[in-house]
């Protein structure tokens, strides 16, 4: 049994929204940084997003700063990344992954941490139309 599993990916026209679930296979979420990171064929993995259970952390992206929010179901066990007003640039495979929260939330430190995360996802694929 895979410990995250992502779903809710699809092909949607400019402008639309998705939501994305990400379930967790037992305690994986406690004591960690949940985030959502997009990569695409050829371009470097982007964070997109990282929450706390506590909401005492959390990070968006530049690039998605208003349009994306993720958000925890604590008694579901699953992380969802909320997509509103997308764009073509949007278009990526879409993972969701945990860090131990051994460190601040710095957001240099987040972006180093979620290049080598301690579980993740096979990912789900979110494509864009103009």
């Known amino acids: 049994q895979l410990p995250l599993v992502e779903s809710g990916g699809d092909s949607v026209e400019a402008g639309g929204s998705l939501r994305l679930s990400c379930v967790a296979s037992?305690?994986?979420?406690?004591?960690?940084?949940m985030g959502w990171f997009r990569q695409t064929p050829g371009k470097e993995r982007e964070l997109v997003a990282v929450i706390t259970t506590d909401r005492s952390c959390t990070y968006t992206a530049t690039s998605v700063r208003g349009r994306f929010t993720a958000s925890q179901d604590v008694a579901e066990n699953t992380l969802y990344l909320q997509m509103n007003s997308l764009k073509p640039e949007d278009t990526a495979m879409y993972y969701c992954?945990?860090?131990?929260?051994?460190?601040?939330?710095?957001?240099?430190?987040?972006?180093?941490?979620?290049?080598?995360?301690?579980?993740w996802g096979q990912g789900t694929q979110v494509t864009v139309s103009p």
């Open positions: 037992g305690d994986i979420f406690s004591g960690s940084y």
């Open positions: 992954a945990t860090v131990l929260r051994t460190r601040p939330c710095v957001t240099s430190i987040l972006l180093a941490n979620f290049k080598a995360p301690r579980y």
